[in-house]
């Protein structure tokens, strides 16, 4: 149990300790330092960025996601907990700049992240942690994401297409119990042309028993939007199954951080 301050009465200050951490930021002790907790949570006392780290953390808190996050703020936030008393802005910054994307830092081999400025053994052995943790998550939502949990499913989707770098497809086969499949990559392409590769996705769905399909893909550089090509891409799909007795229950578009359900939307049937 940590030491209290006798002069802090819940979340308030009485006049005379206010006055006490106001000198304590001026340059003298922390004046959090007989709250262990509290110093530990604290921003660093002279940091530029005073209260950054609590914004950031009540960002994500709004809905518990990284949806509105850049890569740089993600890996901020989660920084955050391996180095308490720093500014991971930089850092976040200089490993994204190093190793491409916030996955290339979680790809990244241990003696390399160890080698970065602001990193150390501690940190770069949470990093590590964290990527074996997604693969962890990765299996074990592939054999339990439900269709009708449209929440968890579209947080799966954008799993799915969090390290793709380049435009593409990918079809995934729903069994009688609700459960997807593994992915299978049905096409690969450039921004602005299908990437759709219709006979692989034929291939896949008569080679298996199944009678329903969701189909995904992502978008790199354009709108938030389904385009009217993907309107079209997905009313093609469906009459290409139908005859052979199989459903498309959903097209998922991937935009950034964002995962548009064109049923959701009302666009399966335009």
Do not use: W
Not at 135 to 154: C, G, W
Not at 171 to 197: A, Y
């Amino acid at each position: 149990m940590s030491k209290k301050n006798p002069g802090k009465v819940g979340n308030t200050y009485s006049g005379s300790n206010l006055n006490d951490l106001l000198n304590g930021l001026s340059g003298g002790q922390p004046a959090l330092e007989d709250d262990p907790e509290a110093a530990f949570m604290a921003d660093p006392p002279l940091d530029p960025h005073q209260g950054h780290r609590l914004r950031l953390k009540d960002k994500f808190a709004q809905d518990m996601s990284f949806k509105p996050f850049s890569d740089h703020e993600a890996l901020e936030l989660l920084l955050f907990y391996a180095i308490p008393r720093c500014d991971t802005n930089e850092i976040a910054h200089d490993l994204i700049h190093k190793f491409g994307s916030f996955t290339g830092v979680l790809n990244a081999p241990y003696a390399e992240l160890i080698a970065c400025r602001g990193i150390n053994d501690q940190s770069a052995a949470y990093i590590k942690m964290l990527m074996r943790l997604c693969a962890k998550y990765n299996l074990e939502m592939q054999r339990r994401i439900l269709v009708s949990n449209s929440e968890s499913l579209e947080d799966y989707m954008l799993y799915q297409f969090s390290s793709e770098s380049d435009e593409c497809a990918k079809l995934f086969l729903v069994d009688n119990h609700d459960k997807l499949s593994p992915p299978h990559e049905i096409g690969r392409g450039l921004e602005d042309k299908s990437v759709f590769d219709f006979k692989r996705a034929m291939n896949v769905i008569v080679n298996s028993s199944v009678s329903y399909v969701i189909i995904a893909h992502n978008h790199i550089k354009s709108g938030n939007l389904p385009s009217d090509n993907d309107v079209v891409i997905t009313r093609r799909f469906r009459q290409m199954i139908e005859p052979i007795g199989v459903t498309l229950l959903d097209h998922f578009v991937i935009c950034g951080n964002n995962v548009i359900s064109m049923r959701a939307s009302g666009m399966m049937d335009l």
